[in-house]
Every structure is written in structure tokens, then in C-alpha cells.
């Protein structure tokens, strides 16, 4: 699970600075888990999104993008409330976000919804 910059942002999910509508730069759906070392509901989650990147390695990309770190990109997104998880599917739709911990079974149903995926491993 790959942490996000600014610069690796731009490269890898969506140049912001250069284009004002939605164009995911990626080829696989990709989740980006906003969050704070000091969070404690981000600590919950942070184990998961590592579960969810081996659960489906090769199908999702999963990141991480510090909000103390990286303001600039917790504004772009008008980040507000931790941790908030953005769903980026492939092609043209736009991404959704879910603020609040959910349990993995709720991003387990997420990722089959929003990504139309079907679940590698035993619920």
C-alpha cells in the first residue's frame, strides 16, 4: 500500500492542477484512504485498507494519503472528517467518498458496488 504526495498524486490518480474535469490517470479502481496518525477511527481502518490491498492485489490499487502531510490535497477533496476513504472507479465515472470507519465487510461491499468486483475471499 502505497502512501500518496501531492506529486504522486498528480502522476498516479488525477493531475488537478492542469485539468478541471474528473480524468482517473489509473488503470485499475483505486481506494484513498484519508487519514491522521493522532485519528483514532484511522487507526481502526488502517489495518483493513492493508487486508483489503492483499485481499485484492492485482484487482484495486490502495492508498493512503496523510491529511497533516499533505494539506493541499485534503482541500482539493474538501476533507473535513476522518478517516474519509474515496472509491475512484476505472473509466469515466466519478469517484464517491464515504467519510466515517466502516467495518472491512462495508468496504468489502463498497468495492463490489462502486467497482462492480466480485469478492476473492470468504466473508
Known amino acids: 500500500m502505497e502512501h500518496l504526495t501531492k506529486n504522486t498524486f498528480i502522476e498516479k490518480i488525477f493531475d488537478y492542477e492542469n485539468g478541471s474535469e474528473w480524468n482517473y490517470l489509473g488503470s485499475l479502481p483505486s481506494i484513498i484512504d484519508f487519514y491522521a496518525d493522532w485519528c483514532g477511527p484511522c487507526k481502526m481502518v488502517g489495518p483493513i485498507m492493508e487486508e483489503l490491498a492483499s485481499d485484492f492485489d492485482g484487482k484495486v490499487n490502495i492508498y493512503k494519503i496523510n491529511t497533516d502531510q499533505e494539506q493541499e490535497l485534503s482541500s482539493v477533496f474538501g476533507i473535513k472528517s476522518i478517516p474519509s476513504v474515496l472509491f475512484i472507479p476505472t473509466g469515466s465515472q466519478l469517484p464517491r467518498m464515504s467519510v466515517g470507519a466502516l467495518p472491512k465487510e462495508g468496504?468489502?461491499?463498497?468495492?463490489?458496488?462502486?467497482?462492480?468486483?466480485?469478492v476473492p475471499i470468504a466473508e
Open 107 to 118: 468496504y468489502i461491499q463498497a468495492i463490489k458496488d462502486i467497482f462492480s468486483i466480485d
